[in-house]
């Protein structure tokens, strides 16, 4: 019976496998904007012209110099000269002189000479009687009226930029605007559209080879008889490798057969850029996964056994630059330790920048045990309590053996106690890694 050697801590075993891996490995492809949410940059994205590239209000008024408002107030408004209107979609054919304003809408061009807009709420239209038209008269004896021009009064001063986005104020021209490594999210599809990319260098997906062992395990659209149970691995698994931004591949179930899993397993890393293997990992006379990952290629088996629970069996190594990663059968230790490990081996693949995993504060419901010198990850239950002073989250633990998966889909979140610690109270403040 193989034995467990020396059990790494889950960090110090990830930064080992993630050591013998090069990056970055994945090619990149091309693809449609509209279909990059969720993708990694492959390069370096840089502005191709400022933006905006013209200045701009950001609200409806109007268009002025600043100079002619200082001092506006209800009582002392400014009177300024109404000289037109901006067309929205193109360049005004004015320029505003001191003592003079235009109507311009949310997104317009600021005229030249304009600096400031005053938002239309502080301001009202005054139009003029008038004044007779020399040597004109109508049928009761008056002259003809010429209308003045409008003016608007200004009830508010504004200073030089106020309303206004400047040329290259979001962006500077040749501005790296994304980095290589950046998830694309749909911030980032709005800004590369408005610098008019249409297209996009992404990594490829690294394709993750799936494959699930065991006499008792079948199909999840047959009937177990007893004895048997459905596959569960390679379908959480796939859904976390597609969520981390890789394909997953499926190879199937495979029976406790050293060669018909070193065939298995030979074929997927042929074809892919990563391989799991699903039970055979614990030390027992059917462990097979640590001899099969011995002979697919150079280091082979750099851990055999993590200091956490669930997953103390996992393996972790690497074969001619790949890696190759085996798990518990029990659906929550493969899981839990599918976010430990296999997620960075795939950002790693995509050349993803780091990035603070997602968490929150909340207080503890319940005491937990713990064994000092082991990392422990429990899911907890989030409930929300309201707003106080320290969070509005309680944690409740939800406790079960690592064989039953609903026990991890009642959860939305794990906590990490330290192997240093002897367990968590009651009571505690603790930060949950949300799933």
Request: hydrophobic share 40%.
């Amino acid at each position: 019976m193989p034995e467990f050697l020396t059990l790494l801590p889950p960090d110090e075993a990830r930064t080992l496998l993630l050591s013998h891996l090069s990056q970055p490995v994945i090619a990149s492809e091309s693809i449609d904007m509209v279909h990059a949410l969720g993708r990694f940059t492959a390069a370096d994205i840089f502005a191709p012209h400022p933006l905006p590239d013209f200045p701009r209000t950001t609200v409806d008024g109007y268009a002025l110099h600043a100079k002619d408002t200082f001092g506006a107030t209800d009582s002392l408004p400014a009177y300024l000269t109404l000289i037109g209107e901006v067309p929205m979609g193109d360049t005004p054919s004015f320029v505003i002189g001191a003592g003079q304003c235009a109507l311009i809408h949310t997104g317009g061009m600021l005229p030249d000479g304009a600096n400031a807009v005053v938002m239309i709420e502080y301001t009202q239209h005054i139009v003029g009687v008038g004044s007779p038209r020399p040597g004109l008269m109508n049928e009761k004896g008056r002259g003809d009226l010429v209308p003045t021009q409008t003016e608007i009064e200004i009830f508010k001063s504004v200073a030089e930029g106020e309303n206004v986005i400047r040329v290259g104020e979001d962006v500077a021209q040749d501005q790296l605007v994304i980095p290589k490594g950046t998830l694309i999210r749909p911030a980032e599809i709005g800004g590369l559209m408005a610098l008019g990319f249409t297209s996009i260098q992404v990594a490829r997906k690294p394709r993750v080879g799936l494959i699930s062992t065991g006499d008792e395990v079948i199909d999840p659209s047959q009937t177990p008889r007893p004895g048997q149970v459905r596959d569960i691995n390679s379908y959480t698994l796939g859904a976390l490798v597609e969520k981390a931004g890789g394909e997953a591949v499926r190879y199937g179930i495979f029976s406790d057969s050293f060669q018909v899993l070193r065939e298995a397993a030979a074929k997927a890393l042929s074809a892919c850029d990563m391989v799991i293997i699903t039970a055979g990992s614990s030390a027992s006379t059917r462990d097979m996964t640590a001899e099969v990952i011995r002979t697919l290629g150079e280091p082979g088996v750099l851990v055999h056994g993590i200091n956490t629970r669930p997953g103390k069996p996992t393996i972790l190594g690497v074969c001619n630059h790949k890696a190759v990663i085996g798990l518990p059968g029990n659906p929550v230790s493969a899981l839990v330790n599918g976010y430990l490990f296999v997620v960075p081996v795939i950002e790693k693949l995509l050349g993803a920048l780091p990035k603070p995993k997602a968490t929150v504060q909340a207080k503890l419901t319940v005491n937990l045990p713990s064994q000092a010198g082991r990392e422990d990850w429990w899911p907890v239950k989030l409930v929300n309590v309201g707003q106080s002073s320290v969070t509005s989250y309680m944690a409740e633990p939800i406790f079960g053996k690592s064989n039953l998966i609903f026990t991890l889909a009642s959860a939305n979140g794990l906590l990490r106690i330290h192997p240093d610690a002897n367990g968590l109270s009651a009571g505690e403040i603790v930060d949950v890694v949300l799933l």
